[in-house]
């Protein structure tokens, strides 16, 4: 039985990492370190962990004692951002000439870790390409994305009270649409041209703002989108209960933002979803993803726009439009994967 380390940082990389230990378990000895949003995700999952690090774990020096301490046949991460504990067990684990594996939840995610993976998973074909034109002597595997049943769960254990808000909606012929912020100036850029889309559009749509990132508080803007809302006065939805954000984009009609994770949320779920492209978010992209477009717009799995639309229209080529399926995640490939490179 081999001894597999896994590390984690944000909740989105917890999810993808969960499914491939998943898949190993009960036939390896697995141990996870995590810190960050991702320390709640594994015990929201009833996983032990057997390390938690500080905020950004830079400062803590257990980190490298725990991993000799366990010393494992195998590394695993994601790639959260920034990467934190992930980028540093990597740099660890090639240290020790430990076999690193990554397996990246957003398009381009690999270059989030400095250390040289000895093999790749890959959540969609796009992101195979990508990571074969940027580490083409490393190997790589397809594995599905975790995100399709994650979506599917959602939808099927939503809240009622969620989804009879929705629906009231509809039946008076408002339409929803569902602002993501991700922090940054690009952010500013996006609310933007958010703002001039609604004052294109007809006045049945409602905003429902969710603009100033978790992980990212800016005060910022925070006063920008209050100017905003009080230009857009009663168009914007104060919704109360603590409603996630990923379930009310499964919900609303449309989602507009740049490269978050919730617009993916949004179009597994048939919801128009409006990646905004312009030089400042374009300069976001590259940044966090060292890729300077938001892939899913190449397929049409996501709508790109380059400055304000006429919500109207865009939901109507969106609904008119032959999306093709994604692959789901299979923990056989995963576990096939893993194994033979073991």
């Not at 959260?80 to 990554?102: N, W």
């Not at 009310?248 to 978050?260: G, L, P, R, Y």
């Not at 996501?302 to 229209?313: A, K, M, Q, S, Y």
């Amino acid at each position: 039985m081999s001894r597999i380390l896994a590390a984690t940082k944000d909740s989105q990389s917890a999810l993808f990492v969960q499914e491939i230990l998943q898949s190993l378990s009960p036939s390896h000895e697995i141990f996870v370190f995590a810190e960050g949003m991702s320390k709640t995700f594994w015990k929201n999952a009833g996983v032990p962990l057997s390390y938690e690090a500080d905020v950004d774990g830079s400062s803590d020096s257990k980190l490298a004692s725990e991993l000799d301490r366990i010393n494992p046949r195998l590394v695993l991460t994601s790639t959260s951002s920034p990467a934190g504990i992930e980028a540093k067990i990597a740099d660890l684990a090639k240290a020790r000439r430990i076999p690193l594996v990554i397996f990246a939840d957003i398009w381009g995610g690999v270059s989030r870790i400095g250390a040289k993976a000895d093999l790749l998973l890959a959540f969609d074909q796009q992101e195979e390409d990508i990571e074969a034109i940027a580490y083409p002597d490393i190997p790589r595997v397809l594995v599905g994305d975790p995100m399709i049943k994650k979506i599917k769960d959602s939808k099927n254990s939503m809240r009622k009270e969620i989804q009879d808000h929705f629906e009231h909606l509809d039946q008076r012929g408002l339409r929803t649409l569902l602002i993501v912020g991700q922090g940054g100036s690009y952010t500013g850029a996006m609310l933007e041209v958010a703002r001039q889309s609604l004052l294109r559009s007809s006045s049945s749509w409602r905003v429902i703002p969710r603009v100033v990132h978790p992980k990212k508080p800016d005060p910022t803007l925070t006063n920008l989108w209050n100017s905003i809302a009080q230009e857009l006065g009663d168009t914007v939805l104060t919704i109360d209960g603590g409603w996630s954000t990923d379930d009310v984009a499964i919900c609303s009609d449309a989602t507009i933002s740049i490269f978050s994770t919730v617009l993916r949320y949004a179009a597994e779920s048939g919801k128009l979803a409006l990646s905004v492209s312009t030089p400042e978010t374009l300069a976001g992209m590259l940044k966090s993803t060292s890729i300077p477009y938001y892939p899913p717009t190449r397929i049409g799995y996501v709508r790109e726009i380059t400055g304000p639309v006429n919500l109207d229209e865009e939901l109507k080529v969106w609904q008119a439009m032959d999306r093709k399926g994604r692959i789901p995640f299979s923990s056989t490939v995963a576990r096939e994967a893993i194994e033979g490179f073991l």
